[in-house]
């Protein structure tokens, strides 16, 4: 029986980023897919500035860049009558910025620099049974072959394989019952450098531009709201709703769907796993937390799952860490999945407009609102989660900014020879100890080992900085004494060891 020493079961781009993260760490991972192959079709289409950040570190960014569309923002319409423009207003102090790019090339990207660590995805390969003892996880196939893995993960999605063996809850409640989805071509002559949502009594309409693979701009994701059917809908059927919903909700008369790439019927839910971790199962993106798609969060907050728990679960796979490490996983994470849930579920709630109360107060207050330039720069931040902070978690701490927990924005340094870099080119799989130029690091170095990246920069804090893989403060001051002890009592960890 093959043996592993951490399995993830799901190829998605919260799978595929985990898997890159512990190989860039140098640990033994396998990905297995039920799907017979790579997907080609976009379930997500932006990525928002933390999801570009991450996907720089672990180097699989690749030509991201030059198959996207750089998003301006939405324009909302009362049918064909505009009423606010809701742009992105970008921290123009960030580097990086949010993206419309198609899920299915994010994928591609974190296929390729698996390959480039060493990793293959292994596809048709359906889970039917999981079971764990005190050392390992033995993961059954529907081929009835086996692994033993030293711990699983399960990115699978929401009807997770791996979180129902488990035997963890994923209670939730429906948001909006049918949506209907289509990713179509189409003649249209409509502005494509933002993306357009029509409110109608009846329900949403959204028009969201898309970056075709051929570079032709006729591509574009249509999505609405609709009451739900007791039959089964295919292609064509939801391509001639919508034929009928863009005069009825947009004004729109002359618009010709040409092709239709593809199509999907679904219920928005709102659902979160009650736990991240279950011995030596962990589940993140979907598998732990689904919401609604109406702002792009989903597939940037399974990414982010992703980064935190790779650097945790390469520690104790690799020795440096006691199996504690793992809880400050889903105390970091799930308190932001909860925030996530809320703020996608009202805004939802908002734009869909179930009661005419709601449909004046979303025309004539909500909307409007997004005119203003203050609030367009505040939804750009919520929607790139840069500001995630942990500092209210297990290694957070108090004192001067930035603090333990804190995200760390990236900065030009000199490393100890002199050389230009980034703080972020260096980081995952590295740490970073960070200081003024001309500081004493020796001590510190004792206590981190080897493999610490040093780096200098004149505009750093007058202690120095331990910048965790993720981007995140870990710790901070010159006493070896009391970092020992912090690696010790609060990370579980020996570093130098």
């Given at each position: 029986?093959?043996t592993?020493?951490?399995?993830v079961?799901?190829a998605?781009?919260?799978g595929?980023?985990l898997a ?6 140098q ?9 017979d192959?790579?997907?080609t ?24 860049r030059d198959?996207s ?7 909302m319409?009362?049918q064909?009558r505009?009423?606010?423009?809701m ?6 102090r960030?580097?990086?910025?949010a993206?419309?790019?198609?899920q299915a090339?994010i994928?591609?990207q ?6 480039e660590l060493?990793?293959?995805v292994g ?8 079971a764990?003892d005190?050392?390992k ?5 529907a081929d009835g ?8 993960v399960?990115?699978?999605g929401a009807r997770?394989?791996?979180?129902g063996?488990?035997?963890i ?15 179509v071509?189409a003649?249209w ?5 933002v ?5 109608h ?16 701009d006729?591509?574009?994701?249509l ?7 007791d ?23 002359d618009?010709?769907i040409?092709?239709t790439?593809w199509?999907?019927?679904?219920r ?6 009650a736990?991240?971790r279950?011995?030596?199962?962990l589940l ?12 792009g ?5 399974g990414i982010?799952d992703?980064?935190?728990l790779?650097?945790k679960?390469?520690m104790v ?8 490490l793992?809880d400050t ?7 932001l ?6 703020t996608?579920?009202?805004n939802?709630k908002?734009l ?6 709601a ?13 203003s330039s203050?609030v ?5 931040r919520t ?6 902070s942990?500092?209210r978690?297990p ?6 900014r ?6 760390v ?10 050389s230009?870099t980034?703080l972020?080119a ?8 960070l ?5 004493d ?5 004792e206590?981190?080992?080897?493999d610490i ?15 965790r ?20 009592g609060?990370?579980?960890?020996r570093?130098?060891?």
């Amino acid at each position: 029986m093959k043996t592993v020493d951490v399995l993830v079961v799901g190829a998605g781009p919260t799978g595929l980023a985990l898997a890159v993260g512990l190989a860039a760490q140098q640990v033994e991972v396998m990905v297995v897919d039920r799907a017979d192959g790579p997907s080609t079709t976009s379930r997500a289409n932006i990525l928002h500035a933390r999801g570009v950040e991450v996907l720089e570190r672990l180097g699989a960014m690749g030509q991201l860049r030059d198959h996207s569309l750089a998003p301006v923002g939405m324009r909302m319409h009362v049918q064909s009558r505009p009423i606010a423009t809701m742009r992105f207003a970008p921290d123009e102090r960030e580097p990086t910025q949010a993206l419309f790019v198609s899920q299915a090339r994010i994928e591609e990207q974190l296929r390729r620099r698996f390959a480039e660590l060493g990793g293959q995805v292994g596809q048709n390969r359906t889970v039917t049974g999981v079971a764990q003892d005190a050392d390992k996880v033995t993961v059954t196939f529907a081929d009835g072959q086996q692994i033993r893995a030293g711990w699983v993960v399960g990115c699978d999605g929401a009807r997770s394989t791996v979180r129902g063996a488990a035997g963890i809850d994923f209670a939730g409640v429906p948001v909006v019952e049918q949506f209907l989805l289509a990713d179509v071509r189409a003649d249209w002559d409509r502005d494509r450098t933002v993306s357009a949502g029509f409110f109608h009594r009846d329900g949403l309409l959204l028009a969201i531009p898309m970056r075709a693979a051929d570079g032709k701009d006729d591509l574009w994701r249509l999505m609405a709201d609709v009451p739900p059917v007791d039959r089964r809908l295919d292609d064509a059927d939801i391509v001639a709703r919508f034929e009928e919903l863009l005069p009825q909700r947009a004004g729109e008369n002359d618009v010709h769907i040409r092709e239709t790439s593809w199509t999907s019927v679904f219920r928005i839910q709102r659902r979160l796993a009650a736990e991240y971790r279950r011995g030596r199962i962990l589940l993140a993106g979907d598998a732990a937390h689904i919401h609604s798609p109406i702002g792009g969060q989903g597939m940037n907050t399974g990414i982010g799952d992703a980064e935190n728990l790779a650097w945790k679960l390469a520690m104790v796979v690799r020795g440096k860490a006691d199996h504690a490490l793992l809880d400050t996983y889903a105390a970091e994470r799930r308190p932001l999945a909860t925030e996530v849930l809320r703020t996608t579920t009202a805004n939802t709630k908002i734009l869909v407009g179930e009661s005419p109360l709601a449909r004046f107060v979303r025309d004539r207050i909500f909307v409007p609102l997004l005119n203003s330039s203050r609030v367009q720069r505040q939804a750009t931040r919520t929607a790139s989660q840069l500001w995630v902070s942990y500092r209210r978690g297990p290694l957070g701490g108090r004192g001067p900014r930035p603090r333990p927990g804190d995200r760390v924005p990236d900065r030009a340094c000199v490393r100890a020879d002199g050389s230009a870099t980034r703080l972020h080119a260096e980081l995952l799989p590295a740490w970073v100890l960070l200081a003024r130029p001309g500081t004493d690091l020796t001590a510190l170095v004792e206590v981190l080992g080897p493999d610490i990246a040093i780096l200098y920069d004149e505009a750093a804090p007058s202690s120095p900085l331990l910048i965790r893989p993720d981007g995140h403060l870990a710790w901070r001051g010159n006493d070896p004494g009391a970092l020992r002890r912090w690696l010790a009592g609060t990370l579980h960890a020996r570093m130098g060891a």
